[in-house]
Antibody
Framework: QVQLQESGPGLVKPSETLSLTCTVSGGSISSHYWSWIRQPPGKGLEWIGYIHYSESTTYNPSLKSRVTISMNTPKNQYSLRVTSVTAADTAVYYC???????????WGPGTLVTVSS | EIVMTQSPDFQSVTPKEKVTITCRASQSIGSSLHWYQQKPGQSPKLLIKFASQSISGVPSRFSGSGSGTDFTLTINSLEAEDAATYYCHQSSSGWTFGQGTKVEIK
């Protein structure tokens, strides 16, 4: 059974960089697409971006200038960096897997990141 | 960017009633449309893939239809445990989600 787990600081100061890691167990990240999705408190889902196992990336155009997703295959992890954060980046951040023949079939439990001084 | 618009935003439904949620894409996405259920405090759960394909373990009362720009999620004979917010998600060009439809049990 594939499991995903997000980890990283729960509090980030404005203008600083948000960094999160998703650790995948029960399966290899050397296949499928690996994504980040966020959900501001009380609001809907927003796609941030994804990385293919070939390490090609695709980002939401509205966030592209501030976002980097990278992969650490030996550790079976992938990461998210969002620079120059503001209060609008406060959200629950989810990592999720996409099988090319399916939708987003495995999700992490999510981690709340608050941007505040 | 492809915009996904769901309707309604909120629906209050009696148990055993049929629920229909629609999702409209701003341009054709073929069948690259997936549906999710999210309960409070939980991660979203995949219900339907590629507009109408069922997912193992998901109750058969959930079904999807549509192609191109117009899609529908149907819940036949709603149960109390179906109280949740439902999202559509397109994977045709970049990814976008609908704004969500909250289903409440009367």
């Amino acid at each position: 059974q594939v499991q995903l787990q997000e980890s990283g600081p729960g509090l980030v100061k404005p203008s600083e960089t948000l960094s999160l890691t998703c650790t995948v167990s029960g399966g290899s990240i050397s296949s499928h697409y690996w994504s980040w999705i966020r959900q501001p408190p009380g609001k809907g889902l927003e796609w941030i971006g994804y990385i293919h196992y070939s390490e090609s990336t695709t980002y939401n155009p509205s966030l592209k200038s501030r976002v980097t997703i990278s992969m650490n295959t030996p550790k079976n992890q992938y990461s998210l960096r969002v620079t120059s954060v503001t209060a609008a980046d406060t959200a629950v951040y989810y990592c999720a897997r996409r099988d090319i023949n399916s939708g987003l079939d495995y999700w992490g439990p999510g981690t709340l990141v608050t941007v505040s001084s | 960017e492809i915009v996904m618009t769901q309707s309604p935003d909120f629906q209050s439904v009696t148990p055993k009633e049929k629920v229909t949620i629609t999702c409209r894409a701003s341009q054709s996405i073929g069948s690259s449309l997936h549906w999710y259920q999210q309960k409070p405090g939980q991660s979203p759960k995949l219900l339907i893939k590629f507009a109408s394909q069922s997912i193992s373990g998901v109750p058969s009362r959930f079904s999807g239809s549509g192609s191109g720009t117009d899609f529908t999620l149907t819940i036949n004979s709603l149960e109390a445990e179906d109280a949740a917010t439902y999202y559509c998600h397109q994977s045709s060009s970049g990814w976008t989600f609908g704004q969500g439809t909250k289903v409440e049990i009367k």
